[in-house]
């Protein structure tokens, strides 16, 4: 598969999303320094290191949640730095959080609809699929004996973090970013991610994923880079980042391999 998928991307001209020099500071906090990397269609990017290094900022940077001090980030050679967060959704920028953030007073059916919103705005929601497409995710996500009118407080955590990414898939984005997918998940439950993963790349859709947890990380991610106090340590495919010196010292040497 990483192959065909190296050749599929020597093909693509233009990547999807593109961080230029991205930085971020926060008081005396570098939590970015001219960060880079571009992400092609269907592909899986992995963004890791230690706690504090920096990963959820640059989601919140690409998702316009903060803004960024120095650099560009592109969507499909679009400069889209400064747009609003709500544009960038538009766009096809989606994401789900370290911690799932639902509507804990409503159903199931209801917080998975809020993403279809964003897909209608972009003229793409096709009311007669999205049934359709919903039983799918739902089905790879290992829900679909669930009862869509329950309150998602019914749903395991596990179960509420798949939702998020049903959801997020369900807008028919060109980038998902996933924020710790599989923290606090069980080995059945980290199938499931792969599973969805899988379906997103089938689909073409630019994948960044932020994990701990490595054996994922390594097995499913063509790409990876390595951040540590905010700044980019080492990028590359698995093998050679499994290899890096600076990476086994900074990150996958130590507890937080586990
Ligand atoms: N809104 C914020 N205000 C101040 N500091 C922040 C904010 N968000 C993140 N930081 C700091 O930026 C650094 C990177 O944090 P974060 O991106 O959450 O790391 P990671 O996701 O890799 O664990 C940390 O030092 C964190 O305290
Ligand atoms: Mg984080």
């Known amino acids: 598969m990483k192959n065909t998928l190296e050749n599929t991307l020597n093909e693509q001209k233009i990547p999807v999303l593109t961080l230029n020099k991205v930085c971020k500071r926060f008081g005396g906090v570098v939590a970015a320094d001219d960060i880079s990397f571009e992400l092609y269609g269907g592909e899986i990017f992995g963004l890791i290191g230690p706690n504090g290094a920096g990963k959820t900022t ?3 940077l690409i ?7 120095g650099g560009t980030i592109t969507l499909s050679g679009k400069n889209i730095t400064k747009a609003s967060t709500h544009n960038k959704a538009r766009l096809g920028i989606v994401r789900t959080f370290q911690h799932p953030r639902l509507l804990d007073r409503c159903d199931i059916k209801t917080n998975i609809a809020l993403g279809i919103d964003l897909a209608g705005k972009r003229g793409i929601a096709e009311a007669k699929n999205y049934k359709e497409r919903m039983n799918t995710l739902l089905e790879a996500a290992g829900l679909s004996g669930v009862n869509l009118d329950d309150s998602i407080e019914k749903l395991s955590y596990g179960q509420q973090k798949m939702i998020e990414i049903v959801r997020a898939m369900l807008s028919h984005p060109k980038v998902l970013l996933l ?5 606090g998940l069980n080995h059945q439950e980290m199938e499931y991610i792969i599973k969805l993963v899988n379906i997103a790349l089938k689909e073409n859709i630019s994948v960044l994923l932020i994990e701990h947890a490595m054996d994922l990380v390594m097995s499913i991610c063509h790409r990876l880079t390595v951040l540590n106090f905010g700044h980019q340590i080492a990028s590359g495919v698995p093998a050679e980042i499994q290899e890096n010196e600076a990476v086994i010292k900074a990150y996958l040497g130590g507890s937080h391999n586990a």
């Open 179 to 183: 924020d710790e997918p599989a923290a």
């Open 63 to 69: 998702t316009g949640i903060y803004s960024v001090d």
């Open 58 to 60: 640059l989601i919140n």
